[in-house]
C-alpha cells in the first residue's frame, strides 16, 4: 500500500511555517502542549524502578522524533550505509530512498537490516522522496509491516527521557494481561501470514465516541490503523477519517465542527483537500475488540481524507468504514507490543501507570 502523504518539502518543513503563521493570526485552534525534544543516538539512559520493565528482550534502538512530532525513527544499517529510518505500520512494503541506496526506479534487493527473524538480504521498494526529518537527519528509507510482521517490537514512548523500541523474533506474552496490558486481537488486520486478509496488514486499535466524560458509547464504533508514520505535530491527536465513517457520524447526529481545511498533493501529485473537524462536548473512547473502554480522551480532531488520485492506497479508498491514528497517539499508549505471529497487539497506557 503506499501512502498518500505530503512530499519533499512541504512534508517536513511547511507544516512548521503554517502553524507559525496562523498562531500568529491568531486563527488555529488551541493545540495540546509541546513534546519532547529528539532522542540522543546514543543508549545511555539509567533504568528508572517507576518504569515498567521491558517484557519482550531484543535488539534495542534507540527512538528519534522530528521536534513537535512522534514519528520513530531508528539508526539501521542497509547495504553498508548506517541512517535513520522511519518505523511505519502503516507502509505495507518497506523502502529506500533514490540516489542514497539505489540509482534506478525497479524494487532492488539489499543486504540488512540486521533485525531478528530477517533474512541477511531483503527486497525494498525505491522512492524519490528526499525527505530530512529536522533533529533526526536524511531518511534513508521506511520499514514496513512486510519486515515489521516477521519480528515482535515493544515500541516505549512511556519515558520521554528514554524513548527506544526492542526487536527480538518472538515473545512469550501470556503473562500479559495479569500486568495490565490491553489485548487487541488483530484477526483480519495484522498478521505474520497475511495471505488470507482482504485488508492491508497494518495494525488496528478500535474507537468510538461518547458525550462527556461519563457518557456511553454512542455506537460509531470503527477500526483505526496505528499509522507510526503520520506526523501529526500540527495538530496533536489527529484521526483520518474516510468518507464512509464521516457519513456515519453524520448519521449518529454527531457535531461535528469543521475547523480547517488542508491541501496538498498525494502521492501521485494530485490536489487532495482534507477537512478538519472538532466534536465538542464529546470524548474518544479507545476500545477493544468487544467495546471495553482503554482509555478516553477529549482532546482530539478528526480528520476527514479526500480521495486525492485514488491511486495512493489507504482508508480513503476503501468502501468500509475506517480510521487512521497520527502518530502523537503513540505517546498515550505508552508502551506497546506488536506480536504478529500471534495477531495481537498489546497496550499498557502510560496514563494508567
Given amino acids: 500500500m503506499l501512502k498518500g502523504r505530503v512530499p519533499v518539502l512541504s512534508m517536513v518543513y511547511l507544516p512548521y511555517l503554517w502553524l507559525l503563521t496562523v498562531v500568529v493570526a491568531g486563527l488555529m485552534a488551541p ?10 543516538l546514543a543508549d545511555q539512559a539509567v533504568e528508572d524502578p517507576a518504569i515498567a520493565p521491558s517484557y519482550c528482550p531484543g535488539v534495542r534502538f534507540s527512538i528519534q522524533t522530528p521536534p513537535l512530532s512522534s514519528e520513530p525513527y531508528i539508526q539501521l544499517t542497509v547495504d553498508g550505509q548506517t541512517g535513520p529510518f522511519l518505523i511505519d505500520y502503516a507502509a505495507t512494503a518497506s523502502s529506500v530512498e533514490k540516489g542514497v541506496l539505489a540509482t534506478g526506479d525497479a524494487p532492488i534487493t539489499l543486504a540488512g537490516p540486521a533485525l531478528p527473524g530477517l533474512p541477511e538480504q531483503n527486497p525494498f521498494l525505491v522512492s524519490d522522496r528526499d525527505i530530512t526529518a529536522l533533529g533526526v537527519g536524511d531518511q534513508l528509507g521506511v520499514i514496513g509491516t512486510d519486515m515489521l510482521s516477521q519480528v515482535v517490537v515493544e515500541m516505549r514512548y512511556d519515558n520521554a ?9 518472538d515473545c512469550d506474552t501470556r503473562a500479559l494481561a495479569e500486568q495490565g496490558f490491553w489485548r487487541f486481537d488483530q484477526t483480519g488486520f495484522f498478521s505474520a501470514d497475511p495471505t488470507q486478509q482482504i485488508r492491508p496488514n497494518v495494525p488496528v486499535l478500535f474507537i468510538d465516541f461518547q458525550a462527556g466524560l461519563h457518557g456511553g458509547a454512542v455506537g460509531t464504533k470503527t477500526w483505526a490503523q496505528l499509522d507510526s508514520g503520520y506526523g501529526d505535530g500540527v495538530r496533536p491527536y489527529s484521526i483520518d477519517i474516510n468518507e464512509a465513517y464521516y457519513a456515519q457520524l453524520v448519521a449518529a447526529d454527531l457535531p461535528l465542527v469543521e475547523v480547517d481545511s488542508l491541501e496538498f498533493n498525494d502521492c501521485q501529485g494530485t490536489l487532495r483537500t482534507d477537512r478538519v473537524y472538532v466534536l465538542p462536548g464529546y470524548w474518544l473512547r479507545l476500545e477493544d475488540a468487544e467495546g471495553a473502554a482503554m482509555y478516553r480522551q477529549a482532546s482530539f480532531y478528526l480528520v476527514r481524507k479526500g480521495q486525492g488520485s485514488g491511486q495512493c492506497g489507504g482508508i480513503a479508498t476503501m468502501d ?13 499508549l505508552g508502551q506497546i507490543i506488536f506480536d504478529p505471529a500471534n495477531e495481537s497487539v498489546w497496550v499498557l497506557p502510560t496514563t494508567f501507570r
Avoid: I, K
Avoid at 493545540?31 to 540522543?40: I, R
Fill in 31 to 40: 493545540l495540546t502542549p509541546a513534546f519532547s525534544a529528539p532522542m540522543s
Fill in 161 to 169: 527521557n528514554d524513548e527506544h523500541l526492542l526487536v527480538s523474533r
Fill in 320 to 332: 468500509e468504514p475506517a480510521a487512521q491514528f497520527g502518530a502523537s497517539f503513540l505517546r498515550v
